[in-house]
């Protein structure tokens, strides 16, 4: 089992490798590649998650596509210039990973702790088949004063309670990372096919300023049952 500290920013995954290993971009010498790995929900369907790793942890693997891995790492982001306007990227940032057997693909892991602050006004609103939804985007810190911009979701009685959350609020938050599918129409009238990534949240705290957790929102199994099988 791999061990790993939590920080503000966690992200524990297994899955298995659908893509080629592709290289990224190169940073101070370091190289660093990228790959797909398929994560089953606890329904039949299954979310589909970009991972970027470092040309150091890959030479002990060898050709990892079709392998089942235990990867331990953090969400982050950035900004990619595209189509005139600037688009928020987000990747798993491989920090540790060690292959697994296919039993463990099972167990549809697929968690996230994220601790940061609300850095926009929270978006309620119902789905046309009358879930509430709320729309978070949290800025996570991490080293060399950098931060990491994630949007989340909320459900449920969750959901009416993050309407009420402000810009600069302190929050804690568990969920999963989950890929989303959606028709994009160009100005062409092309239409693609694109994926977001969003946080699907099921436990939410609020801190105070002395480190005090003062909320816990928790979320019934059914909210979540239902959310893993629902589809915006």
């Given at each position: ?5 939590i920080e ?7 899955g298995?490798?659908i893509?080629?290993?592709k ?7 370091e ?9 089953p929900?606890l329904?039949?369907s299954?979310?589909v998650l970009?991972i ?7 030479p002990?693997?060898?050709n990892i596509?079709?392998k ?6 953090q969400?982050?982001?950035y900004?990619?210039y595209s189509e005139g306007k ?6 798993v940032f491989c920090?540790?990973m060690q292959e697994?057997?296919?039993?463990e693909?099972?167990?549809?892991k697929n968690?996230?702790y994220?601790?940061?602050y ?8 119902t789905?046309?088949?009358?879930r ?7 800025a ?8 990491d911009?994630?949007?989340?979701i909320?459900w449920?009685r969750?959901?009416r309670f ?9 929050i804690?938050v568990?969920?999963?990372i989950?890929?989303?599918?959606y028709q994009?129409k160009?100005?062409t009238?092309e ?9 699907s949240?099921n436990k939410?705290d609020?801190?105070?300023?002395d480190n005090?957790?003062v909320e ?6 059914q909210?979540i049952?239902e959310?893993?099988?629902y589809i915006?």
């Amino acid at each position: 089992m791999i061990e790993h500290k939590i920080e503000n920013n966690e992200v524990i995954l297994i899955g298995k490798v659908i893509s080629d290993v592709k290289f990224s971009h190169k940073v101070y010498g370091e190289g660093f590649y990228s790959f797909d790995l398929q994560i089953p929900r606890l329904s039949d369907s299954y979310d589909v998650l970009p991972i970027t790793i470092s040309e150091r942890l890959l030479p002990s693997y060898g050709n990892i596509q079709g392998k089942i891995l235990e990867l331990h790492g953090q969400l982050r982001s950035y900004n990619q210039y595209s189509e005139g306007k600037n688009r928020l990227i987000l990747t798993v940032f491989c920090l540790e990973m060690q292959e697994v057997s296919v039993g463990e693909l099972s167990k549809s892991k697929n968690h996230i702790y994220l601790n940061g602050y609300i850095c926009k006004k929270p978006i309620y609103r119902t789905t046309p088949f009358g879930r509430e939804i709320t729309d978070l985007h949290l800025a996570v810190n991490r080293a060399y004063h950098k931060s990491d911009y994630i949007p989340c979701i909320t459900w449920g009685r969750t959901a009416r309670f993050s309407e009420s959350l402000l810009v600069g609020d302190h929050i804690q938050v568990w969920g999963r990372i989950q890929s989303r599918v959606y028709q994009k129409k160009l100005e062409t009238g092309e239409t693609v096919v694109k994926t977001a990534y969003e946080i699907s949240i099921n436990k939410l705290d609020v801190v105070t300023e002395d480190n005090e957790q003062v909320e816990m929102i928790e979320q019934e199994q059914q909210e979540i049952k239902e959310e893993q099988n629902y589809i915006i």
